[in-house]
């Protein structure tokens, strides 16, 4: 039913529709292709943003240098103590024997009794030769006298069994 | 979850515009555009000039913010005519302060016809009636819907929407006659 309103809010004429519909799909279709690059791009930004803000908040928070302290290098002349601590002169390793001889050649009864008796040691420990110590000590005693028959810490096992065995003969020659 | 299909067939080819599918924007706005270009000529009163600015204006927008459209809550062309009721109200707003800045002189002759002055006056009623009203008459004179389709659609007795339709044609007459 028509009322008095139909001439004012009926439907109007359509005008040149294909024109309007074709510049809208031109200018909207831009619009539209460009939108997947556009989102690229705003992501690509948000995280271009994010980087750089990190690396802002990194320099804000770095420490703040101090004064820089400049060290110049200046030679002074040190003596330096040698790598190797001086070492004495290593003794000139003298056999039994030339002990031996060494005791034949002293010139007083002291001297030749030590040197036999050291000769003693060398030919026992060296050597293991117990018949030559046993008469390098023999020697000893014989030129050391009756005060060198006392047993001391550093006396040979031989060297005690001898100075043992020349107490005893003392003994029965006194007896 | 709604299993209407066309909600379903809306998303998907909302889905494939958000990703640059021109083909698929190209048929979206063929179905669309008639409906639209109907509504826009109606809301503007007739005034060619300004539904041709309108209806280019209002896709313009409508591409630009096809992320925020929901198949779900309203048809495409729905939403669009939405878009276009806005973009309206911006013409009609631009178009009056245009005309209070270069008024004419008392004795010069009205370059607007009285077509052009009649459906401007229109637009400008439509434009301030609530969106209840607008939609009713919408549907009455544009849509030529009667009131037993428009009650069977909106799930409402003919009764309150023939009173509705009395209360919206009050409110344009006195919209419409204001603006006179």
Sequence with gaps: MADDLDALLGPKPAGDD???REAVLRRTGRVIRRRP???RARLLTAAAGLVAAGGVAGWLAKDVPGPVTEYVVLPVGVALPSSEPAQPAPAEYVTAEQTELQAEQAADRATAAALYREAGDRYLADRNDSPQAARCYRLFLMRAGPDALTVTADDSWLLIALKQDQKEASREKGL | MTDD???WRERALRGAVLAGDAAAWSRWLGEAFAPVADYVRWRCGGLADLADDVVQETWLVAARRLGS???ARARFAVWVCGIAANVIRNHLRARTRHRRRNRPL?????PATADADRSERVAVALARLSDR?????RAKYLD???VAEIAAEWGETEKAVESLLTRARQAFREAYGGEA
Excluded: G, I, N, T
Aim: glycine share 0%; charged share 30%.
């Design chain 1, 18 to 20: 294909a024109a309007v």
């Design chain 1, 37 to 39: 690059w556009v989102r």
């Design chain 2, 5 to 7: 299909p066309e909600v």
């Design chain 2, 69 to 71: 459209f929901d198949p």
């Design chain 2, 106 to 110: 008392a004795d010069a002759p009205e």
């Design chain 2, 133 to 137: 009203h607008e939609r009713v008459l």
């Design chain 2, 144 to 146: 030529q819907r009667s």
